[in-house]
């Protein structure tokens, strides 16, 4: 079965501060990871993927297979950036059953970037 | 961009009483869709996918009887909550798979069961 772990609930910081939301997996075959974001009283929305290796809105993030993580990181937070963030597992190839063509979501990460 | 509505946004009803909320993708067709249920503040469990012109697949703990899912066509799945209570009191969000690896969310229903 696939996990993601996302061990930060909330996470603050300045406007300017560099910011790195923490992302852990557990799939025995390949995956593809995505983060998602949800701004406040909006749906939630494709932020970036791994396979697309682009930084989006000064948002990146690196697959690490080694150390099964996804951290998604800015060098400099800005307000605006205040949100829900939630990683996502989606399996590529491996272990398939009944974990095939499904997201799995981590618990999410509430962001908060004060003035 | 690909673009998901679902209807009602937000819903009162009583307890015992039956809603349906419909997920509909506006710009491309979807053979799959999903449905999702958002505690506050908390992330996204799926309960079932919903896959057209057949019978839904629903995850462990999740009542099929409950929450029964129809995928009628190509661009529309609902999702019917019979006989709530109070504790189905929840924020429901669909998805549309438009092709592998891409999905996409509708803004999701506020379901609340006085």
């Known amino acids: 079965a696939q996990r993601v772990t996302q061990p930060e609930k909330l996470l603050s910081v300045f406007k300017g501060a560099p910011v790195e939301l923490k992302c852990n997996y557990s799939?025995?075959?390949?995956?593809?990871l995505f983060w998602y974001v949800q701004y406040s009283r909006q749906r939630l929305q494709l932020l970036l993927r791994?396979?697309s290796r682009e930084s989006i809105k000064g948002f990146t993030a690196d697959l690490n297979k080694g150390e099964t993580s996804f951290h998604l990181k800015k060098p400099f937070a800005q307000e605006e950036d205040s949100a829900m963030y939630y990683c996502?597992?989606?399996?590529?190839?491996?272990?398939?059953?009944?974990?095939?063509?499904?997201?799995?979501f981590g618990q999410g990460t509430i962001l908060t970037v004060h003035p | 961009g690909a673009v998901v509505s679902q209807h009602p946004s937000r819903v009162i009803c009583k307890s015992g009483t039956s809603v349906k909320i419909e997920c509909r993708s506006l710009?491309?067709?979807?053979?799959?869709m999903f449905w999702y249920r958002q505690f506050p503040k908390q992330s996204l469990m799926l309960m079932a996918t919903?896959?057209?012109?057949?019978?839904?697949?629903?995850e462990q703990g999740v009542e099929k009887d409950k929450f029964l899912i129809n995928h009628a066509s190509l661009t529309l799945s609902t999702l019917t909550v019979t006989s709530a209570h109070p504790e189905d009191s929840s924020f429901y969000i669909c998805?549309?798979?438009?092709?592998?690896?891409?999905?996409?969310f509708g803004p999701g229903t506020r379901l609340t069961v006085t």
């Open positions: 998805s549309a798979r438009r092709r592998e690896h891409e999905q996409y």
């Open positions: 799939y025995s075959g390949s995956p593809e």
């Open positions: 791994h396979i």
């Open positions: 996502a597992l989606y399996p590529l190839t491996g272990a398939g059953g009944t974990s095939y063509g499904k997201l799995t």
């Open positions: 710009d491309f067709q979807a053979t799959t």
């Open positions: 919903s896959n057209e012109g057949s019978k839904a697949t629903y």
